[in-house]
């Protein structure tokens, strides 16, 4: 990866979301390392503020936490305000997660609360760092998609759905926004190494880790408008791609099934 391209391109500030663990905290050290000051965004203020200590410690960086619930209104506002002075030219929209088990039986409100994350606070801070980049001439945003999101996933329905949002979205900005100078990029890894299969209550026996997503996206960044972090993401989206979308439905849906049949029992 050529650091000096990122921050002479993005810098010298990046916002990560879901910067406490997992993907956003492998963007947040690998931004840190290239020199980019940081603002890292979740709502577990003690992980914030801890993981920004120990960035400036290693990489002599600036950092600025703000815990907020992004799922909120109050949330979104928060970073907002916090963020109005702040140079930020990289956008890291890494907040999320996700739900799994057959939806007649989902739980309403956390797959409300999953859609505001997933959708509209992503949607809310692209639109405010897009309008942000276009008047300082340049920027760059990362959003994450995800393999299910290329079909129906079914026993992940409603997560599949908000991931496909997320990639129309990034391939449709890609091209509406390179006049303005502002790189759009859809990262859709597979399997992650992280806390979302916990929170998912799903069960993963092989996937990438987290700083593979981290630093593919990161290298795709004004190269592509969809990267796919890491071999395994990739076999299996290539491996799917011929197929029709009806059958690669029921393919994921059995996948699915496998990673949330402990939910059964």
């Known amino acids: 990866m050529n650091n000096v391209r990122l921050l002479e391109k993005y810098g010298p500030w990046a916002m990560v979301t879901g910067a406490s663990d997992g993907i956003g905290a492998a963007f947040a050290d690998y931004l840190a390392s290239a020199g980019f000051s940081v603002v890292l965004v979740a709502r577990r203020a003690d992980r914030l503020n801890d993981l920004a200590e120990r960035l400036r410690n290693q990489h002599g960086?600036?950092?600025l936490a703000v815990a907020a619930d992004l799922a909120t209104s109050e949330g979104l506002l928060a970073v907002d305000e916090a963020?109005?002075?702040?140079?930020?030219?990289?956008?890291v929209a890494s907040a999320g997660y996700g739900t799994s088990g057959p939806i007649i039986k989902a739980d309403l409100e956390q797959e409300h609360?999953?859609?505001?994350?997933?959708?509209?606070?992503l949607l809310h801070?692209?639109?405010v760092f897009g309008r942000?980049?276009?008047?300082?001439g340049r920027g760059g945003i990362i959003l994450m998609s995800s393999l299910v999101g290329w079909q129906g996933t079914p026993n992940s329905a409603h997560y599949a759905a908000t991931k496909a949002y997320v990639q129309s979205l990034a391939e449709s900005l890609s091209v509406e926004w390179k006049t303005l100078n502002i790189d759009v990029v859809a990262s859709a890894p597979g399997p992650v190494h992280s806390g979302f299969a916990k929170r998912a209550d799903m069960r993963m026996n092989t996937a990438v880790t987290p700083a593979v997503v981290a630093k593919h996206s990161l290298h795709a960044l004004g190269r592509r408008s969809t990267v796919i972090p890491g071999a395994l993401s990739k076999l299996l989206t290539y491996s799917l791609a011929p197929l029709p979308r009806f059958l690669r439905t029921r393919i994921l849906g059995q996948v699915m099934g496998g990673m949330t049949r402990h939910q059964v029992a």
Do not use: K, P, Q, W
């Open 61 to 63: 960086v600036n950092t």
């Open 125 to 127: 801070h692209t639109i």
């Open 113 to 121: 609360n999953m859609l505001e994350v997933n959708c509209f606070a």
């Open 83 to 91: 963020t109005a002075s702040v140079d930020v030219g990289l956008y």
């Open 132 to 136: 942000r980049f276009a008047l300082r």
